[in-house]
C-alpha cells in the first residue's frame, strides 16, 4: 500500500460524488469551505485541524481511460481526508468507486467521510448508496476484500440528520474534534450572535428609519452579489468546464467565458470579501486559460492581468499570508507566459522574475515544502524559457540548471509523489534545449534521455495521460535534434518518427487543441529539415504529409513566427513530394507563394532572429541564389546580415549553420569563418555540413 506524506497537505479533503448529485457536492463545497473553525476548541484539542479549505471538487473523466487521470491521482495524494457524496447514482459510477480505492490505496481506510443523500446504506440492490470500494476493507495487496465495513456517514435524507446537524459531523470528522463539543461550540456562537444582534439593535433605534434601511438594502445588494459570483465560480470552474473537457470541445467555452468576464468586470472590488474577490480571480484565471489555449492572445493576456490586479488587491489586504502570495504569483506566471507564447518574450521577463522572487518569498513560511520549491523551480524555468528566446543562452543555462536543481530537491522530499517526478521531467527538458542551443550537444542529448525516460514510466503506468504523451512527444523531438545536429541521422529519425505518433495521438484525442496542433505541425517540418540535411530518404510515415498540408493551409497572420515556419512548410514540402526532382506548375507556384509570404515578412520590419532562421532555411531548400531577381537578393543579403550580427555572440547551432550555409551559398566563405569553426569544436556533424567542408579548400577551420 502507497503511504503518502502526512504534513504540507495541498487539499483539506478531496470530494467524490456522481454529476447526478452536482447540487449536493456544492452544498458540501461550500458549507465546508465557508466554516470558520472555532480557534479556541481547536486548540486545546490534540491533533485536531485548524484548516477546512481547499476542498477538491472538480473531476475531469478520461472517457477512454479505465483508471484514473494524472491529476485526479496527485489531488488525492495531496488530500488529507476524502468526502463521498452517497446515492445510487454515485454507487454505479465506476469513477466515485475508483477515487475512494485510490484514497484508500494512498492513506489507509481512515479519514473517509460520507454524505448520505438518497438511496439505501447496504441494501446490496438498486437503492444501494455506498460504492463497493466503501463497504468493504482492503487485503494486504491494496484490492478490495469480501470483509464488509460500516463507513461513518451524515444523512440529510428527510427523517435523518437533516442539512445543519450532518454539515456538523462532516466538520467535525474534518477537524478531528468530537460533534458534542462542536455542537455545544456552534450554540455558543449563536447566542453571542443573538446577543450582539440585540445589541446592535438597541444602538440602531437611535438611527433614523432612511439610514436604516438604506444600509440594509446595500448589504443585502452586495450579498447578492457575492452569492451571484460564487455561483457563476462554482459553474464555470466546476460542471461546465468539466462537462466540456470531457467532450474536448474547447470552443464551446468560448461564448460563456465572454459572459462570466463581463459580469465580473461590473463587480467593485468594495463589494466582495476577500473570498469573493479570491472567487473572482480564480475565474478569470480560468477564463484566461480557455482563451490560452484557442490562442487567442489579446483576450488571453486582457484576462490574465484582470486576475493579476484581483491578486494584487487581495495580496495588498492580507500582507505576508502565503495563500494569497501564491495566488499572486501564479497570475505573475500566467502574464508572462501569454507574452512568452504570443511572440512578445522580452515583455515576459518583468512578470517571470516576479514571479520567481514571490515564489522564493513562500519558502521564507517553509523551507521543506515541497510545493514551494517547486514554485521557485518553476520561476527558474520560465525565465531559462524568455533568456533563450530573447538570445541571452548562458542566463537561459543557469536558469535552467537551477530550475533541475530545485525540483531535484522537492522530489527528494517527496518520494512516493508521482507529480514532482514528471514536473523534473519538464525541468529536464528545458536544461536540454539550454545545453542544446549553448552548443553542449552530448550533453543535450543525455538530459533528454532521462527526461524521457520519466515520462515512458509514467506513460506505461498511466496510457490515458495524454499530458505525458505529448510531453514525451517534444522530448523526443528535442533529443531528436540533439542527435541529428551530432550527425546519428537515422536514430534522430526514428526518434522523430515516435514523437511524430505520440503527437498525432494527442491531437487525435483533442482536436480542439489548437497549441498541441501547432506543435504537431511543427514537428512534421523537422522532418522536411532533417531531411534536407541528409541523402538517406525514407518514405514519410502515416499522417506526417497531413501535418504537412493541414499546416500549409493554415493562417497565423498575428503571429509572424508561427507563420513563417508555415510558409517554411509550404515551401520545402513540394520539393520533397515532387516525382523525379522536377516540381510540377502547381509545386511551383506553392514555392513562390511561400518565398514571397517570407520575403513579405522580413520587409516589414520583424527583425525575429527566429524568423531570419525560416527564412534562410527556405533559401537553403532552394539555393540558386543567382537565380533571385534583385529585390529578393537584397532580402537574402538582410537576412544574411543580421544573422552574422547574431551568431557572432552565439553558440546556438541552429543559427550558426544556416549562416554559414548561406554565406557559401552566396560566394561569400570569409562570412562563414567564425560558424564553422564554433561548429567544428561543438561537434555538429551532420551530412550538409560535413559536404560543406569538403567543398570549401580552405573553409578557414582552425
Known amino acids: 500500500m502507497i503511504q503518502t506524506r502526512q504534513k504540507n497537505w495541498r487539499y483539506a479533503a478531496f470530494l467524490s460524488y456522481s454529476h447526478q448529485d452536482s447540487k449536493w457536492a456544492a452544498w458540501v463545497h461550500r458549507s465546508i469551505e465557508h466554516y470558520r473553525p472555532p480557534a479556541k476548541l481547536v486548540a486545546r484539542i490534540p491533533g485536531a485541524r485548524e484548516k477546512l479549505k481547499p476542498v477538491f471538487r472538480d473531476r475531469e473523466e478520461l472517457p477512454s481511460?479505465?483508471?484514473?487521470?494524472?491529476?485526479?491521482?496527485?489531488?488525492?495524494?495531496?488530500?488529507?481526508?476524502?468526502?463521498?457524496?452517497?446515492?445510487?447514482?454515485?454507487?454505479?459510477?465506476?469513477?466515485a468507486n475508483q477515487e475512494i480505492l485510490r484514497f484508500k490505496q494512498l492513506h489507509g481506510e481512515a479519514h473517509i467521510f460520507c454524505l448520505v443523500v438518497d438511496g439505501e446504506p447496504g441494501s446490496g440492490d438498486e437503492q444501494e448508496c455506498f460504492p463497493p470500494a466503501l463497504r468493504f476493507r482492503l487485503s494486504a495487496d491494496g484490492s478490495l476484500s469480501d470483509e464488509p465495513v460500516e463507513?461513518?456517514?451524515?444523512?440529510?435524507?428527510?427523517?435523518?440528520?437533516?442539512?445543519?446537524?450532518?454539515?456538523?459531523?462532516?466538520?467535525?470528522?474534518?477537524?478531528?474534534?468530537?460533534?458534542?463539543?462542536?455542537?455545544?461550540?456552534?450554540?455558543?456562537?449563536?447566542?453571542?450572535?443573538?446577543?450582539?444582534?440585540?445589541?446592535?439593535?438597541?444602538?440602531?433605534?437611535?438611527?433614523?428609519?432612511?439610514?436604516?434601511?438604506?444600509?440594509?438594502?446595500?448589504?443585502?445588494?452586495?450579498?447578492?452579489?457575492?452569492?451571484?459570483?460564487?455561483?457563476?465560480?462554482?459553474?464555470?470552474?466546476?460542471?461546465?468546464?468539466?462537462e466540456l473537457g470531457k467532450v474536448g470541445r474547447l470552443d464551446a467555452l468560448d461564448a460563456t467565458a465572454r459572459k462570466a468576464e463581463e459580469y465580473f468586470s461590473e463587480l467593485p472590488d468594495d463589494e466582495l470579501d476577500d473570498e469573493a474577490l479570491a472567487g473572482r480571480a480564480k475565474a478569470y484565471r480560468a477564463i484566461g486559460e480557455i482563451y490560452f489555449d484557442r490562442l487567442e492572445w489579446e483576450q488571453a493576456l486582457r484576462t490574465h492581468s484582470k486576475a493579476l490586479e484581483t491578486n494584487q488587491a487581495l495580496y495588498r489586504r492580507n500582507p505576508g499570508t502565503p495563500d494569497f502570495l501564491y495566488d499572486l504569483a501564479q497570475s505573475e506566471f500566467w502574464v508572462g507566459y501569454v507574452h512568452l507564447e504570443s511572440g512578445s518574450p522580452a515583455d515576459a521577463e518583468p512578470f517571470f522574475q516576479s514571479y520567481l522572487d514571490h515564489s522564493q518569498e513562500l519558502l521564507k513560511f517553509d523551507a521543506q515544502n515541497p510545493d514551494w520549491i517547486m514554485e521557485v523551480s518553476y520561476g527558474h524555468s520560465n525565465l531559462a524559457g524568455m533568456y533563450e528566446q530573447t538570445g541571452r543562452l548562458d542566463l537561459a543555462l543557469t536558469h535552467a540548471s537551477k530550475g533541475v536543481e530545485r525540483n531535484r530537491q522537492a522530489a527528494a522530499l517527496a518520494p512516493d509523489d508521482p507529480y514532482y517526478r514528471e514536473e523534473l521531467a519538464g525541468a529536464l527538458d528545458w536544461l536540454s534545449r539550454s545545453q542544446l542551443r549553448n552548443g553542449d550537444l552530448v550533453t543535450s542529448a543525455a538530459t533528454r534521455r532521462?527526461?524521457?525516460?520519466?515520462?515512458?514510466q509514467i506513460l506505461e503506468s498511466d496510457p490515458a495521460n495524454r499530458l505525458a504523451q505529448q510531453r514525451l512527444a517534444s522530448t523526443l523531438r528535442g533529443e531528436a535534434w540533439a542527435l541529428h545536429a551530432l550527425g546519428d541521422h537515422s536514430a534522430a529519425m526514428d526518434l522523430l518518427g515516435e514523437a511524430l505518433d505520440h503527437f498525432i495521438a494527442v491531437t487525435s484525442h483533442d482536436p480542439t487543441n489548437d497549441l498541441w496542433s501547432f506543435w504537431a505541425r511543427d514537428a512534421a517540418v523537422d522532418w522536411l529539415l532533417f531531411e534536407l540535411e541528409s541523402d538517406a530518404r525514407k518514405p514519410m510515415q502515416a499522417g506526417v504529409v497531413e501535418l504537412l498540408e493541414a499546416f500549409a493551409s493554415a493562417q497565423y497572420a498575428d503571429n509572424p513566427l508561427r507563420e513563417s515556419r508555415r510558409l517554411l512548410a509550404l515551401g520545402v514540402l513540394p520539393a520533397r513530394q515532387a516525382e523525379s526532382g522536377e516540381m510540377n506548375l502547381e509545386q511551383t507556384n506553392r514555392v513562390q507563394q511561400a518565398k514571397e509570404g517570407l520575403e513579405r515578412i522580413v520587409r516589414s520590419g520583424d527583425t525575429d532572429i527566429r524568423v531570419l532562421r525560416e527564412v534562410a532555411s527556405f533559401y537553403l531548400a532552394h539555393p540558386q541564389l543567382d537565380q533571385l531577381p534583385v529585390e529578393s537578393q537584397e532580402t537574402v543579403g538582410h537576412v544574411l546580415n543580421t544573422l552574422t550580427g547574431y551568431t557572432e555572440n552565439t553558440n546556438n547551432p541552429f543559427y550558426l549553420s544556416v549562416q554559414a550555409e548561406l554565406a557559401i551559398t552566396r560566394g561569400e566563405p570569409e562570412r562563414a569563418r567564425h560558424s564553422i569553426n564554433t561548429l567544428v569544436e561543438m561537434g555538429y556533424n551532420t551530412q550538409r555540413f560535413r559536404k560543406l567542408l569538403a567543398s570549401q579548400p580552405d573553409p578557414g577551420v582552425r
Open 450 to 456: 532521462e527526461a524521457r525516460t520519466i515520462y515512458s
Open 151 to 242: 463507513p461513518i456517514a451524515a444523512d440529510v435524507r428527510p427523517g435523518k440528520d437533516g442539512k445543519p446537524l450532518a454539515r456538523l459531523k462532516l466538520i467535525a470528522g474534518l477537524l478531528g474534534i468530537g460533534l458534542d463539543d462542536l455542537r455545544q461550540r456552534e450554540q455558543q456562537r449563536r447566542n453571542r450572535n443573538l446577543l450582539l444582534v440585540t445589541a446592535a439593535s438597541l444602538a440602531g433605534m437611535a438611527l433614523t428609519g432612511v439610514l436604516a434601511f438604506t444600509a440594509m438594502v446595500a448589504r443585502d445588494d452586495a450579498e447578492r452579489r457575492q452569492q451571484q459570483a460564487e455561483a457563476l465560480v462554482e459553474f464555470m470552474l466546476g460542471d461546465l468546464k468539466r
Open 65 to 95: 481511460a479505465g483508471d484514473l487521470g494524472e491529476k485526479i491521482t496527485q489531488s488525492l495524494a495531496q488530500s488529507r481526508a476524502l468526502i463521498v457524496v452517497c446515492s445510487p447514482a454515485c454507487a454505479a459510477s465506476r469513477w
